[in-house]
């Protein structure tokens, strides 16, 4: 298998989560509140060759519909992972150990683990996985069709041929880099090194530091303002760093050695280059000490108010470090409204900002600009992070890894969108949707008016938030704002240099985004974690900071296929996510923003102590479940998107409550299907303790048993695994 296809294809399908090995089995314990004891199903989310002997956990009995849906519905996909497992186990055994200077002797080659990892993906032919293939491969096509019109494909088809061109790529080597490498390793001083930082240096990536975010402000969504938040951590999680686990460790210094051979490959000594990239380690690990856990808007009850901290850029100025050169392009194009999220963070990196640091501060420049270029030169630096996935243990490959890459798509997402939204999507797919979204609304509208735990006074705000809720779908009803008029490739010479135009671009439409108010037409591209939503992701999202919904091109096609699925399969995949993201505008964190994304309390003190109540019988539920040995699943992280799932789900039955001959039967195996995702144990244990979703065979069971639409559909009674009583059942809305 051509190794660029592979980079190009591995964060596709890792993303799918499609990894293998490892198991246990769901625990039966006492609950609290007089809940019933939690079901014993089995958890086929992870996976081992000794759960699915036929001694093992995985009989027949545990794919029943009455037994354990989310097993029976995807029996399938969980049968062609234990022969994908089988083939792994056999080629365990028959291979050649491998021997390269980073990792030693392996007895799986790289090419095997990810051969592995692609098989599986097609194997088991997911909705999500499926569409997590497909999308590249699209893209690629509109990279190469000649028809398309408009300045837009232009620049696509010149990214793209100077991408594909490797016989140049090859020849130039690592020369494209050098300068700017140069520029930081030239840097002496601090007042050398504030001066880079205040100009950007083209590739000097100063987001390392500082990564910034334009939206509305926490106190008035209708103003804009720039966010500073801590630059991106390469381990993915500030919290990762607090308390390294073995595994983690490892994995670091396997990202630190590709960081030095690359240093090496540049021109510096062993020496020169292990110092630097041990250098860029301590320094990254100080900082985020003080720094929030990724998903902390969930995790922590007062993040909004931590992070509301107001900055004057004089204040920016008279520190230290160069916060203010940082933000000059914004304060030069009269933008005066900035927010400090971690003052905490901010302050120290103040203090670090000295001469004894210099080394520790280029070297982050440094890792910043091997990051973003790695993927850009030649054959070999492109292959460079494949050893990070050359181990034994799987974990490894579906973990986050910091240099792949796709530069096909990733700098001109906004353009490749505007092409994927007018060949894979209509305008009767938009109209239809949105119809669809304003019934759900009305199906909300007319549940809040018979709502008996609420006072008017809330009531009559949640309306509003209904009434004000900002549609997005598919793709922007009105392009021109996404425009690449400034970007010109006549002068570039390298790939490098293509991106360096590119961000150039990027950063001119964060600054034009400053400048304006928020607008309901615009849609917000760059989000809080620096990753960009467009036409051709496969998301749907609640904004709770502008009260949106936003249901994009790459979800719906993921989800629905119109042309071998009906109409209550289309509910099932598109139609209960619709309903799950409205419901975030009223789980604990959206009920904390009003009707124009402003962050204020708009409920009555008693009303939300009855809420309260409601989302903690929700955290009680799911923590009854032991999901692998010793390890419960936290509920009180999971309440937001549980409270979401189940009110989504409900939405939508009261909407199939009146479509004579619906198929109920149909339209659950559908749901059940959607959220399969089976990890290795490592990572599962990881999703567990830090994802916010529930782990997928408890996020469709905890589910599907709320309903009585369920219980008929499959004729479920009182002695079945998948029964609950109605006096147990926890929906919120």
Known sequence: MNQRFIKALIPAVLTAVIVVTAVCGAGCISSPDNLPAAPNWFNSDVISPEAYSAEGAASTDSFTYTDNFYNAVNEAYIRQMIESL????????SQETVETPETGELPFDTQTLVDLLVTMATQMNTPLGKAQLEIPVQLQEIAKDTTLQGYEAKLIREFSAASGNMEKRDADGVNPVLPYIEEIKAVSSLDELTELIGTGGSASLKEVFIREEVTGLLDDAAKTAVYLHPGKFTLGDAALYKSMTPETQAKYEKIKTIFKNYLVKCGYTEKEAADTAEAFGRLETEIAQVCYPKDAEYLMPDYYEKINNPAAYEELQAMKFPAAADQAIYHDAGVERFVVTNPEWLDLLNSLYTEENLEGFRAMLLFSLCTASINLLDSESQNMPLDLMTSTSLSDIASANPFLSDPSTEYLGMAYGKYYAQKYTTPEMKEDLTKLIHQIVDVYMERLSKTTWISDETRKNAEAKLENLKIRVLYPDDWSYYTYDDVDFDDCDSLLDYTVELRKHNQNRLVKDAQNDPSENIWPVILQEGAEILPQTINAYYNPAD????????????????????????????????????????????????????????????????????????????????????????????????????????????????????????????????????????????????DVHPPGMYRVNVTVQQFDEFMNAFGVTETDNMYLSPEHRITVW
């Open 547 to 690: 009260n949106s919904i936003n249901i994009l091109a790459g979800f719906v096609n993921a989800c629905y296929n119109p042309a071998n699925e009906s109409y209550e399969e289309m509910l099932a995949g598109v139609g209960t996510t619709i309903g799950h993201e409205i419901s975030h505008g009223f789980d604990p964190l959206g009920s904390k923003f009003d009707k124009d994304g402003t962050y204020r309390n708009w409920w009555t003190e008693a009303d939300h102590a009855a809420f309260e109540k409601k989302v903690d019988k929700v955290d009680k539920f799911f923590s009854r479940f032991e999901a692998m040995p010793g390890v419960y699943l936290p509920g009180e992280q999971y309440t937001g998107e549980a409270i979401a799932d189940m009110g989504g789900m409900s939405v939508i039955l009261d909407i199939a409550s009146d479509i004579p001959d619906f198929d109920y039967q149909k339209f659950f195996i559908k749901y059940g299907k959607v959220f399969y995702s089976p990890y290795v144990t490592d990572l599962y244990r990881n999703t567990i303790l830090k």
């Open 86 to 93: 089988s083939s792994a186990e056999a080629a365990k055994g």
